[in-house]
Structures are given as C-alpha cells and as structure tokens.
T-cell receptor
Framework: NAGVMQNPRHLVRRRGQEARLRCSPM?????VYWYRQLPEEGLKFMVY????????ESGMPKERFSAEFPKEGPSILRIQQVVRGDSAAYFCASSPTRGTNYGYTFGSGTRLTVV | GENVEQHPSTLSVQEGDSAVIKCTYSDSASNYFPWYKQELGKRPQLIID?????GEKKDQRIAVTLNKTAKHFSLHITETQPEDSAVYFC??????????FGTGTSLTVIP
C-alpha cells in the first residue's frame, strides 16, 4: 500500500500564478481531507471531499481556493492568483468511510512557496 | 467551533526524563483526541489516540490521559530518547469530518 501520495513535493509560484496540488488517497479510500500548515503553526482544516462531492468546505478561503475530487484521478486543490501569504505546507489525508473517528494518515505534503 | 489550546510551546528535557504536554478543548461534543508527531520537513504521524469513553491509554513509553469534565488531555512520554525530539500536536474531533489542532509543542531531548 503506497499510502497517501501528494505531488509535487515542492512548488514555487510567482505572485498571480495558479497552483495545483494533487492528492491520491490510499487504496480503497474515497474520502479526502486537505489541511494547511503555515510556518511554525498547527494544521488548519480546509476542506473535506468525497468522490465528486464537497462535504465540508468551512475552512476554505472564499476566494481563489477551490477543491475537487473527481470520479477518476486524484483530488486537486487549486489556488488561483497566489499571494505571498499562501506560502505554506499543504497536507492531505484520506479515510475509507465518512466521518470516521480515527487518526487518518497524512501524505508527505506539498510545500508551496510564492515568490 | 472547537478551540484547542496546547502548552508548552517548547519543552527541553534531559534524556531519560519524562515529558508532559497538555491540551484543553472547548467543545464538549468532541469525542476523539489523536496526537501527532512531526519531524522537521516531514508529515505529521499519528502516535497515539484516545476516545472519550476511556480515561487513559498507554503504548510502551507513550501514554495519553483524558479528563472530560475539565476538557483537557495530556501526552506523557517516559524515558525520553533523542529520537523523541520533534514537534507534537494534539487534536480534537467530534464528527471525524475535521480535526482541530493545537499549535504544537517543540520537544528537545538533550543527550
């Protein structure tokens, strides 16, 4: 089992560009969660998705950020017109069922740097 | 929403001593409390968790205690080793849809 796979590991974008972060869940998992970790801070929930559905996006900024989890392929976190404040590590995690209270496994993260 | 506070933010102990990290939460509906260890530049990894129907849980040198009445839970590491040096995060959840994380404790074990 390859675990939760994220790519790219590192991403550098200039201000105003778009960033696309990918997350492939563990085999058999159909629920994906995205978290953001600012430098030297804890993880903040962004969005929870099931295949083709957004279940909870209460942590997602209202503008410039979007997420999807299509029927086929990885989950995508998209940040449009990036700004310096978007520089952070973005982690995703997956679970086999909805709302399961167990410590899901995180991917290795994508470290976004906006220059 | 839930608010999780974590103390201390930094902790230094001598190798072989014990380390204790404490967290408080605000939402009485929270019923699941995992702890994660994060080494520099790596992913957070689950090290132990506890559910609200249990007061204490142990796994070798690591233990977690939960006081539901006071809404606080703690991580205890005994016989610390240099490889225990990392940032530790507590978290709380009521639905499992999202976890609310503390701000982290940077633990340094001095050989």
């Amino acid at each position: 089992n390859a675990g939760v796979m994220q790519n790219p590991r590192h991403l550098v974008r200039r201000r105003g560009q778009e960033a696309r972060l990918r997350c492939s869940p563990m085999k058999g998992h159909s629920h994906v969660y995205w978290y953001r970790q600012l430098p030297e801070e804890g993880l903040k929930f962004m969005v929870y998705l099931q295949k083709e559905n957004i279940i909870d996006e209460s942590g997602m900024p209202k503008e410039r950020f979007s997420a999807e989890f299509p029927k086929e392929g990885p989950s995508i976190l998209r940040i449009q017109q990036v700004v310096r404040g978007d520089s952070a590590a973005y982690f995703c995690a997956s679970s086999p069922t909805r709302g399961t209270n167990y410590g899901y496994t995180f991917g290795s993260g994508t470290r976004l740097t906006v220059v | 929403g839930e608010n999780v506070e974590q103390h201390p933010s930094t902790l230094s102990v001598q190798e072989g001593d014990s380390a204790v990290i404490k967290c408080t939460y605000s939402d009485s509906a929270s019923n699941y409390f995992p702890w994660y260890k994060q080494e520099l530049g790596k992913r957070p990894q689950l090290i132990i968790d506890i559910r609200s129907n249990v007061g204490e849980k142990k796994d070798q040198r690591i233990a977690v205690t939960l006081n539901k009445t006071a809404k606080h839970f703690s991580l205890h590491i005994t016989e610390t080793q240099p490889e225990d040096s990392a940032v530790y995060f507590c978290a709380a959840s009521s639905t499992g849809n999202q976890f609310y994380f503390g701000t982290g404790t940077s633990l340094t074990v001095i050989p």
